[in-house]
């Protein structure tokens, strides 16, 4: 038995600041899954609380030519917000054949007992580092310039590039040293339980956000900035590739019985979902393409995370990482569904398109005697001066209307 857990219908769109050094622009996310309102504040719940969420999940980071944002040279979301799923849940993920767009469904009296390979990653797959610094929480604005966290440390190591001979079959080994799972998303799901009541203070509603990396954005954005980081975190997620156009890998990592650090780099083929849990070495700047990620936006949870830039030990240059045996997918585009105001469409438009989504709503909600969802269901007011937000357009919609404007 399955019921819906997250939505795949347009409904609505959130604008989100573009790039610090982008004027005047911002980056559009896609709605799909209502706000909560004020009717489900008493479930912990409602659109300002949702708003927050996604406010700390939101990056844009990358190469800005002129005052455009390069997106092939960036990383960027959320593009989409799905809504969200609970941690406690056995899933699947369906994507729909028309439009493209993921449903996580929660599946009840279902087996997940998996008939997983339990293979032995070979020695040529790892990378050991005997010799290494894991310096936690010392960031140093000349090192680490640009980073998604507060307090970023270090990884210092005596390489100068790490070269992967990538796992490309991840489903057929056992990842669970590394405190991962590579799940396929039609075979019931769920996160390692165990992990989840022992870290519980730190898993929350998982949001369901996706997030574009560009094909370029290590080569000309990561290097020539802070460098790769890879983290490790109390707080679970799930990593889903959109489309079978997106490749690159995930490192990950783990210290055996020597305290020797080891890693290895894994690729999530399309139609299956990495399962990170609790306190996983993992880092994903090295994916490429539209990326479904399932994850706390809670920020008391997020500042359990120790991220660190890999960096080399005797000079502090950045440490380049690569695939040996990748097969990249070059004609890799931006589609319509990454949309940044600066590359389609100006902030006075975007303003319109806000003002012409509201007088659609009134008419609807007028025209169709649904006068009581206006006042059950009103506009939850989501700016705040001091924060500075004033980034959200629409509210609750009766039914699906598409904006011909976006």
């Not at 849940?89 to 599946?107: A, Q, R, S």
């Not at 489903?171 to 339980?193: A, E, G, H, R, T």
Request: with cysteine; glycine share 6%.
């Amino acid at each position: 038995m399955k019921e819906t857990e997250t939505s795949n219908i347009p409904k609505r769109l959130i604008y989100f600041t573009g790039h610090s050094k982008q004027s005047s622009s911002a980056l559009i996310t896609r709605i799909c899954k209502n706000y909560e309102t004020i009717s489900d504040i008493f479930t912990g719940e409602c659109a300002t609380r949702t708003l927050s969420n996604l406010y700390n999940l939101h990056t844009v980071r990358g190469t800005i030519l002129g005052n455009t944002l390069l997106l092939d040279s960036s990383m960027s979301g959320p593009h989409h917000y799905f809504g969200f799923i609970l941690p406690t849940n056995t899933h699947i993920i369906k994507f729909d054949e028309i439009t493209g767009y993921p449903t996580y469904y929660k599946i009840t009296n279902s087996n997940t007992d998996y008939n997983q390979l339990q293979n032995t990653i070979s020695e040529d797959k790892i990378i050991k580092l005997s010799n290494y610094k894991w310096i936690s929480g010392s960031r140093n604005e000349t090192l680490q310039k640009d980073s998604l966290f507060v307090n970023p440390g270090l990884l210092l190591i005596n390489n100068k590039t790490l070269l992967f001979n990538v796992i490309e079959n991840g489903y057929d080994f056992d990842l669970s040293s590394f405190k991962v799972k590579l799940v396929k998303n039609d075979i019931p799901f769920k996160f390692n339980q165990n992990l989840i009541t022992k870290y519980k203070h730190a898993q929350h509603k998982l949001r369901v956000i996706t997030y574009n990396y560009g094909i370029n954005y290590v080569n000309n954005y990561l290097m020539n900035d802070s460098g790769i980081f890879i983290e490790r975190h109390e707080f679970i997620q799930a990593i889903t590739p959109m489309n079978a156009n997106c490749s690159g890998f995930v490192v990950l990592g783990r210290c055996n019985e020597s305290n020797v650090l080891e890693l290895i780099a894994v690729t999530i083929p399309f139609g299956y979902t990495l399962l990170v849990e609790p306190w996983a070495i993992h880092g994903d700047s090295t994916l490429i393409g539209m990326y479904m990620m399932a994850m706390t936006g809670n920020h008391n949870a997020m500042k359990t995370a120790d991220t660190v830039f890999i960096k080399n030990l005797t000079t502090l240059n950045n440490v380049s990482i690569i695939g040996v045996n990748m097969n990249i997918n070059t004609m890799l585009s931006i589609t319509d569904d990454i949309l940044m105001t600066s590359d389609k469409m100006s902030l006075s438009k975007l303003h319109n398109c806000d003002q012409i989504l509201k007088k659609t709503i009134k008419k609807e909600l007028f025209s169709s005697n649904q006068l009581l969802n206006l006042i059950y269901q009103p506009v939850m007011l989501t700016g705040n001066y001091v924060i500075g937000w004033y980034k959200t357009l629409g509210i609750r919609l009766p039914n699906p209307t598409p904006n011909p404007n976006i």
